[in-house]
């Protein structure tokens, strides 16, 4: 059976897409921990990161990288940090998570409520940084 990350790059399950190509995926998250956090994953259905062949991990870093940057320009932050966990879904992916403190980065912390229309609006910014 399909994870629910192959599901959302087929279309099946409707996300909030930042970018594609044709390997690699990104999409904010829709439990974010705070405004601007996306997940970025390979189109490839890998259940643990460092089990994708070097060049997918390569590949996916370099495209978390643009998406990153892109992230940067467009929500308020110190940094973008990066966050690799991979037990919620069985699917590899990468964290983006644009934090002003450290504690904005913890997993467990409460989760925000966002409208569609911040969803759409958060993508729509990131994703014009991108070109």
């Not at 890998?46 to 467009?74: H, P, R, S």
């Not at 940094?79 to 467990?108: D, M, Q, W, Y």
Request: glycine share 4%; charged share 30%.
């Amino acid at each position: 059976m399909a994870s629910i990350f192959s599901k959302i790059i087929n279309g099946e399950i409707p996300s909030y897409k930042i970018a594609e190509d044709e390997n690699y995926y990104a999409f904010l998250d829709i439990f974010p921990l705070v405004k601007g956090h996306t997940l970025v994953i390979p189109k490839k259905e890998v259940d643990y990161i460092y089990d994708l062949d070097d060049e997918t991990l390569a590949g996916l870093n370099v495209f978390a990288k643009k998406v990153a940057k892109a992230i940067e320009k467009v929500i308020p932050c110190k940094r973008v940090g990066v966050l690799v966990l991979g037990t919620e879904v069985p699917h590899a992916h990468i964290h983006l998570i644009p934090f002003k403190t450290e504690s904005e980065v913890c997993i467990k912390s409460p989760k925000l409520k966002l409208s569609k229309e911040e969803f759409e609006e958060i993508a729509s910014k990131i994703k014009a940084k991108l070109k």
